[in-house]
C-alpha cells in the first residue's frame, strides 16, 4: 500500500491548474499535489505508526508531516524510545492527495492516518491571531495564509499566463516574500494585512455538493506550499 509514496515527482512543484467553477472533493484535492509531506518508513516501506491508548483501544498513529524539521524531531524521539528500528527508519517525501488515498482505503478503524501541522507555521498562525487582538489558542486545523489589501478585506491575488489566482500559503514567511514583491510594485497600495484560516475550510468552501454551490471566488484558489518543504522533499528524492 506505502509503494507509491516512494516516487515524489515534478508534481512537488507548483503548477497552475486550470480554475472550474464547481469541483468534486478529488478536484480539490488534486490542487494540493504540489504539497510535500514527509513521513517516517520502515526498510518494508511501510510507515511507522505508533500505539496509543485510546479509552482502553489500542490505535495505531501513522503520522504525515508538513515539516521536514518536525519529521526529523519525530525521528530523534524513535532513536529515544527504540534504536534498533530507528537505525533502519529514513524520512520519505510523500505528497498531500497521497495521504487523503490512504485515508479512503484505511480498512481498520483501529488505524489512523494524522496531518501533522508545521510547528512554526502553527507558531506564525498563534503570532497573527494575537496582532489582531483574538485569542491564540482556539484554532483548529492546517493553517494556511493569505493577504487582503484594504479595510474592506479584499484579497491579493495574483496574475499569471493572463489569468488571476487567489494564493493560500502554507509558510508564513513565504507570504511575506510576496507581500514585499507586491508591495515594491505597488507602493502607493495599502499596507497588506496577514489573514490565517484553516485548510479544511478553504476546501470546503470549493466542493459543489448536491445541496450547495462553492463559494463562486473558489475557483481562483491556488495552494502555495512551503518552499522549503518542496526543497527538502526533491533533496530526500535524491537520497534515495
Known amino acids: 500500500m506505502m509503494r507509491q509514496l516512494m516516487a515524489v515527482t515534478s508534481s512537488l512543484l507548483l503548477g497552475i491548474v486550470t480554475p ?18 514527509f513521513v517516517l518508513m520502515t526498510p518494508q516501506n511501510e510507515p511507522v505508526a505508533l500505539a496509543l491508548n485510546n479509552k482502553g483501544k489500542e490505535v495505531q498513529i501513522i503520522r504525515f508531516y508538513l515539516s521536514y524539521n518536525d519529521a526529523q524531531v519525530a525521528m ?13 527508519v529514513r524520512i520519505v517525501a510523500a505528497s ?12 481498520s478503524p483501529n488505524v489512523e492516518f494524522v496531518l501533522v501541522p508545521a510547528r512554526n507555521s502553527l507558531e506564525a498562525t498563534r ?17 494556511v495564509f493569505y493577504a487582503t489589501a484594504d479595510k474592506n478585506g479584499s484579497v491579493i491575488m ?9 494564493p493560500f500559503y502554507f509558510d508564513r514567511s513565504d507570504l511575506q516574500n510576496f507581500i514585499n514583491e507586491y508591495r515594491k510594485a505597488n507602493p502607493q497600495a495599502p499596507q497588506p494585512r496577514i489573514e490565517v ?5 478553504v476546501i470546503s468552501s470549493m466542493i459543489a455538493t448536491p ?3 462553492p463559494d463562486p471566488t473558489s475557483a481562483t ?9 518542496v526543497q527538502k522533499a526533491l533533496e530526500t528524492q535524491g537520497k534515495r
Open 20 to 37: 472550474a467553477v464547481a469541483m468534486t472533493e478529488q478536484q480539490v484535492i488534486s490542487r494540493l499535489s504540489s504539497v510535500p509531506l
Open 76 to 88: 530523534q524521539d524513535l532513536q529515544r524510545v527504540n534504536p534498533p528500528l530507528a537505525r533502519q
Open 96 to 107: 498531500m492527495p497521497q495521504f487523503f488515498e490512504l485515508q479512503k482505503q484505511k480498512k
Open 127 to 143: 503570532a497573527v491571531l494575537r496582532e489582531q487582538g483574538k485569542p491564540d489558542n482556539q484554532f483548529e486545523g492546517i493553517p
Open 158 to 166: 495574483i496574475e499569471e499566463g493572463g489569468k488571476k489566482f487567489t
Open 197 to 201: 484560516v484553516p485548510l479544511d475550510r
Open 211 to 213: 445541496t450547495s454551490k
Open 221 to 229: 484558489f491556488q495552494f502555495v506550499p512551503s518552499s522549503s518543504a
